[in-house]
Each structure stands twice: as structure tokens, then as C-alpha cells.
């Protein structure tokens, strides 16, 4: 695999080719650049918006912001503004953001000439994190989520949430904080692709992903001379249909065209402007106009880019969103730390029930379900675990939690009193080389402790947990393959049956007693669409008996709910959101998940969906455990 070093240094020497490239084809004889017009009108930012038909012309100078229907004035709202954006909200409305500059203030208005009052101030709110260069819109579709980004210059930017699922908040709530370049002065969002667009400067253009739960990670796009073609500072970006972009270079004045790829398309001087600063685009069919302008609100020039004909790009479908209602104090590290959870029951008080979570640096977090840590056992690598009960240790009932050990290869075995304390009971050693993924499975036909630990060659063992009232231990009694790295597990006591799933193909099922076949069955294969690997977490639920497997499909962020039985139909697809009255952020990149149809005690009376989050932010911290309500899961099911 390429560092991050050496993909930059790739990136540069193919941006550099393909300048070499865009270049020539730009100086091609022949090849008509259009020529800027002025317009008549003067301002700090000048854009058109249609709305049911209609034009209106939406402008700042430097006493306010105006809005005109032709000659006619609207609405105006004084103020010093700056970087105004607009993003429609329907077929006869549309949402304006702009920051006060004296008093580092965002302003938002809905603009609705339907309405009595066509321009409404809907928010006005002091930032106090940053000092705000640009301002940028993202509505994802398929998270039911609008936000607005606020970029800063000094290195940093905020992804603020106006609205989820249809319903406005109160007050916008910070859901992401990115690291940006020091000096980044301009941001625009390709809605359709999810992807932020940021540049720095006078040197390059990157491109982010704008979801709140995406990696963190950026490509380039394009880079200043003599790599690329940038040559003055960018300070404006704008979005076109065909996913292309549009780059304002503010002395000399220039505008660059952009494909989706980095390849320049064309660059036109804007030689009416000493310097630029504002950028608008307004779209009539493949031809996009784009409105320049400067801030001391001179004239406003235009011009128009034809586009390649392309099909209009749909939305992407809704996918359903869940809230979770409670979280576990971070892990105290940051980075790639916690893996794996477990529930542990109190036989009297569910409210004094236990979440254990795996720590692949350290042993064994436990919390209690207010999501305070209350024991730690440090013990070395785990990665996952798992819980049984009734099982005697030192002469009384305990019950036994066991975990994969990345140390040493083994079985790391914990007894767990009545009162919730964890106690190291010793370790099982399995001979296997790169040990992995873990579940446990108590026999209804033998009454025996089993524990299934697999490895990254694809072999799965079983081992017999055996007590002589003192101590346990593990004893090999069968082994299972399937063709490629396996992780997620979970076994069905009540049925006898053993659900494995191979990351990047499919959830496998055997049997799991110790007698039984060998041979498996691949039962739901990886599809890219919604199942998307690495297939993570696998658990398993029980309600009015049916049964159901939750699978956790950290490919694109999401969790899936089957039926357990055959034909094993897909009953939910759903992610966990961003829930902003408690601020606890969505869940991504997950790892392993447990589910619990028992009660949890206030809140989690019908059990809870468990989920390890491999992405923790509002704060950005250590990762974390994150609970949804069991009922809430139920309320979504599809019926059969």
C-alpha cells in the first residue's frame, strides 16, 4: 500500500501531466474563449436564482443585502456581508447564508416571494470558533441532512446542521471539525457526489468528503505551477452540473474551469476586474452563467460556458436514519482503538447491567449504562468478546465473558460475579497464528460453554469451556474454514446454528454443536449496494420469536436487518445519525455491534442496538460505544 506520501507525490506528477496536457489543448488556435460582459449593476456579490419560473437577482454592496425582481427592490436587510450562497430548498424558495464582516456573525434568511415577508431572517448566530472566509451548503439526500460549512484561514472549519429529516433546529449545532490547510480561502459541494471542495490559497484545490461521518481523508485536484495550473490565489469555487468546477483567481482576474478529474478546461482572463473576489453561477440548460464580482462592489462582469450535454444526476435514495440515545465516555486513546462490544445482564436490576467494550491497545473497558467507565482490566490486545452465563469459578455462580487475545494467540477468559465485577480467569491457549474474530455459544442440548475464535486465514475453532467448580478450561473440539479473513460472529443457543461473516464476501452459516458437519453455507453475500464490505459485526436478535441478524456493513457506514431463518430477507437498511438534543454524533466505520432484546432498564426497556463508532466527533475524540433503543429498530422493520 502507497503511504500518504507518496500517493501526494503521485498525485502531483499526474496532475502535472495532465496540465502539460490541458495546456496544450487549451492554446489550440481556434478554440473561441468567451469573451466577459459587463452587467449593470454593481455589487460585493451578484447572483441569479430561478424560482417557479421566475428570475430574482440576489446582491450585497457594502450597506446590505438586497433582493430584486428586475428594477424592482424586494427586500433588503443592511449589514456588512460577505460571501452570500444560496442553496433552493424547493421549486419556489431557497436558503441565503452570509457572514456579517464587523461582527463575525452568520446571518441565514429563507427568501420566499410568495410569502407576505418574501425575505425571513430564520438564524443569527455570533461564531465564535473561527473568523469565516467561506461559507458553503451541503444537502445530502440520502442522510436527510442539510449543513453549511464555515471555512476558516487558519486552519480549520466547521460543519454546521440547520435541518435533519425535514425538521429545522433550533439552533445550529457544530457536527464536524475538519483540519484544512492554514491558508484556505474558498469552499464549494458537489451535492450529488457528497464530495467539499476546498482550496488553499494560491497553491492547490482539494477535495474532501462533506458527509459528517466520512473519512477524514482528501485528494488533489489541482496544484500551482509548474505542476499545475493554478498561478493566483482561489478566492471563490463553484459547483456545475456536470460535476466540473469553476476556480476564481482573484489578481489577475481568471476563471478556471475544471473537470471532475483536475484537468483544465479552460481559462479565461476577466480583464475589466483588477482584482476578483465574488463568484455565482446560475444554470440554463447545459449553458452555466457565472457572475463575477469584487469587493469593493464594482461591476458586475458575466460570461457564459457552454457544457457537454449529460444526463441529469438523481438523488440518492433516503436511507433510513436512527438515533442513539446514549454513548459511552471515549476510549483513552485516539486512533484505532476499540473493536468490539458485549452486554453482561444484572440477574435482579437491569438498570445495573454492563457494556463491555474491546481495547485493542490495552484489555477490557466495562461501563454502566449511564456510559461511565467503571472497570478496567488490563490485560493486553483484544479484539473481540463476548458473554455467557452460569458457569461456577472459585466455588460459586459467575457468569464468564471470553476475549480474543492479539498478544498471544489465545482466549482470555474474565468470571463475573453478581455484583457486575470482572475478574481475570485465566487464558486458553488455540495455537493459531494470527487469532481474530470471537463469539460464545452455550449448548441447549449438552448445557456445555462453548467459544468460536476464528483467524485471518479463514480457520475457525471451536473450544469446550469445562469447570471444576474452581477454574476453567478450553479444550479444542472442532474446526471449521471459510475461504478468506473472517471477524463477526454470533451463535444461536436456540437453534444450535453458528453465523460467520467473511469480511470482504459473505455471512457463512454451520452448525454449532460440537458433533455436528463441518460444511457451511454462504446464506447473504456481499452486493456493494447495500451490503458493502468489510462485512463487520454480526449479532443476533430474538422478539416474539422471530429471529433476526444484524449485520454491520462498515463499507458504507451502514447496518442491515435479516430475517435468521431461510430465505433470509432483508427486513431494514439504516444508519445512526447525528442525534443534536444530547449532541451524540452518527456511527461510522464500525467494528463490532451486539443487540439485546432484554431490558437495559430507563430508556432501553425493550433492549438496546450496540455499536462500536470508529469515527467519534461533536467533539472530535477517542472512539466510542454508541446505544439505539431496541424499539426503535422494531418501528422500522418491513413486515414480511
Request: hydrophobic share 40%.
Given at each position: ?146 449543513s453549511l460549512f464555515l471555512l476558516g484561514g487558519r486552519g480549520g472549519a466547521d460543519q454546521l446542521l440547520l435541518q435533519q429529516q425535514q425538521q429545522w433546529l433550533a439552533q445550529p449545532v457544530v457536527i464536524r471539525e475538519l483540519n484544512i490547510p492554514y491558508d484556505s480561502t474558498a469552499c464549494a459541494v458537489d451535492q450529488a457526489a457528497g464530495a467539499l471542495y476546498i482550496a488553499e490559497a494560491d497553491r492547490a484545490i482539494w477535495r474532501y468528503q462533506a458527509e459528517p461521518e466520512a473519512d477524514e481523508g482528501r485528494s488533489l485536484v ?219 455459544y452455550h449448548s441447549a442440548q449438552s448445557n456445555k460453554h462453548y467459544v468460536f475464535v476464528n483467524d485471518k486465514a479463514g480457520l475457525i475453532q471451536q473450544y469446550r469451556i469445562d469447570t471444576d467448580g474452581s477454574n476453567w478450561q478450553g479444550s479444542l473440539v472442532r474446526a471449521l474454514q471459510v475461504p478468506s479473513q473472517p471477524e463477526g460472529c454470533v451463535a444461536d443457543d436456540k437453534r444450535g446454528l453458528l453465523f460467520v461473516g467473511e469480511e470482504d464476501a459473505a455471512i457463512w452459516r454451520f452448525a454449532a454443536e460440537a458433533d ?125
Amino acid at each position: 500500500m502507497l503511504s500518504n506520501k507518496n500517493m501526494f507525490k503521485l498525485s502531483v506528477v499526474s496532475l502535472a501531466l495532465a496540465g502539460l496536457l490541458s495546456a496544450c489543448q487549451a492554446d489550440k488556435p481556434g478554440s473561441a474563449m468567451p469573451e466577459p460582459q459587463t452587467v449593470a449593476v454593481n455589487a460585493s456579490h451578484y447572483q441569479e436564482v430561478q424560482l417557479a419560473g421566475t428570475a430574482y437577482q440576489l446582491l450585497t454592496d457594502a450597506t446590505g443585502l438586497q433582493v430584486q425582481q428586475g428594477a424592482a427592490v424586494l427586500s433588503r436587510y443592511d449589514g456588512a456581508f460577505i460571501r452570500l450562497t444560496a442553496q433552493p430548498l424547493s421549486d419556489d424558495s431557497v436558503l441565503l447564508a452570509a457572514i456579517e464582516d464587523n461582527s463575525n456573525s452568520l446571518y441565514i434568511w429563507r427568501f420566499a416571494p410568495a410569502q407576505p415577508t418574501p425575505l425571513q431572517l430564520v438564524q443569527q448566530q455570533l461564531i465564535n470558533s473561527r473568523v469565516v472566509d467561506d461559507l458553503c451548503f451541503y444537502h445530502s439526500s440520502e442522510n436527510q441532512q442539510l449543513s453549511l460549512f464555515l471555512l476558516g484561514g487558519r486552519g480549520g472549519a466547521d460543519q454546521l446542521l440547520l435541518q435533519q429529516q425535514q425538521q429545522w433546529l433550533a439552533q445550529p449545532v457544530v457536527i464536524r471539525e475538519l483540519n484544512i490547510p492554514y491558508d484556505s480561502t474558498a469552499c464549494a459541494v458537489d451535492q450529488a457526489a457528497g464530495a467539499l471542495y476546498i482550496a488553499e490559497a494560491d497553491r492547490a484545490i482539494w477535495r474532501y468528503q462533506a458527509e459528517p461521518e466520512a473519512d477524514e481523508g482528501r485528494s488533489l485536484v489541482q496544484v500551482n505551477k509548474p505542476f499545475g495550473q493554478l498561478q493566483g490565489e482561489v478566492k471563490a469555487l463553484r459547483l456545475l452540473s456536470d460535476g466540473s468546477l469553476l476556480a476564481l483567481e482573484e489578481e489577475p482576474a481568471r476563471l478556471l474551469h475544471i473537470s471532475s478529474d483536475g484537468q483544465l478546461r479552460s481559462a479565461i482572463a476577466v480583464p475589466a476586474l483588477a482584482e476578483a473576489s465574488g463568484l455565482a453561477v446560475s444554470m440554463q440548460g447545459n449553458t452555466a452563467t457565472a457572475y463575477i464580482s469584487t469587493e469593493d462592489a464594482g461591476a458586475v462582469q458575466q460570461l457564459s460556458l457552454p457544457l457537454s450535454s449529460i444526463a441529469p444526476v438523481a438523488a440518492k435514495p433516503a436511507i433510513v436514519q436512527l438515533m442513539p440515545t446514549l454513548q459511552t465516555e471515549p476510549a483513552s486513546q485516539r486512533g484505532d482503538v476499540m473493536d468490539d462490544p458485549a452486554v453482561w445482564h444484572h440477574p435482579n436490576k437491569p438498570e445495573l447491567s454492563l457494556l463491555l467494550g474491546t481495547d485493542k491497545r490495552a484489555g477490557l473497558d466495562v461501563y454502566n449504562m449511564q456510559g461511565k467507565r467503571v472497570q478496567q482490566l488490563s490485560v493486553g490486545r483484544l479484539n473481540n468478546v463476548d458473554v455467557r452465563y452460569g458457569l461456577n469459578w472459585q466455588g460459586s455462580a459467575h457468569d464468564i465473558a471470553a476475549a480474543s487475545l492479539r498478544d498471544d494467540n489465545s482466549l482470555q477468559l474474565f468470571a463475573i460475579d453478581n455484583s457486575g465485577t470482572l475478574h481475570n480467569a485465566g487464558k486458553v491457549a488455540t495455537g493459531m497464528s494470527e487469532i481474530y474474530g470471537l463469539c460464545m455459544y452455550h449448548s441447549a442440548q449438552s448445557n456445555k460453554h462453548y467459544v468460536f475464535v476464528n483467524d485471518k486465514a479463514g480457520l475457525i475453532q471451536q473450544y469446550r469451556i469445562d469447570t471444576d467448580g474452581s477454574n476453567w478450561q478450553g479444550s479444542l473440539v472442532r474446526a471449521l474454514q471459510v475461504p478468506s479473513q473472517p471477524e463477526g460472529c454470533v451463535a444461536d443457543d436456540k437453534r444450535g446454528l453458528l453465523f460467520v461473516g467473511e469480511e470482504d464476501a459473505a455471512i457463512w452459516r454451520f452448525a454449532a454443536e460440537a458433533d455436528a458437519a463441518t460444511t457451511g453455507e454462504a446464506i447473504i453475500r456481499v452486493d456493494g449496494e447495500r451490503l458493502v464490505d468489510d462485512i463487520e459485526g454480526i449479532t443476533l436478535a430474538e422478539h416474539n420469536g422471530n429471529s433476526y441478524l444484524l449485520v454491520s456493513s462498515q463499507g458504507n457506514d451502514s447496518y442491515l436487518v435479516f430475517d435468521a431463518a431461510p430465505p433470509y430477507a432483508q427486513r431494514l437498511h439504516f444508519r445512526i445519525g447525528t442525534n443534536p438534543v444530547p449532541g451524540i454524533d452518527g456511527a461510522s466505520e464500525t467494528d463490532g455491534i451486539d443487540v439485546t432484546t432484554r431490558s437495559l432498564g430507563p430508556g432501553f426497556e425493550q433492549g438496546a442496538f450496540i455499536v462500536q463508532d470508529g469515527r467519534n466527533r461533536m467533539p472530535e475524540q477517542g472512539q466510542n460505544l454508541k446505544l439505539v433503543p431496541w424499539q426503535h429498530i422494531l418501528q422500522q422493520l418491513k413486515p414480511l
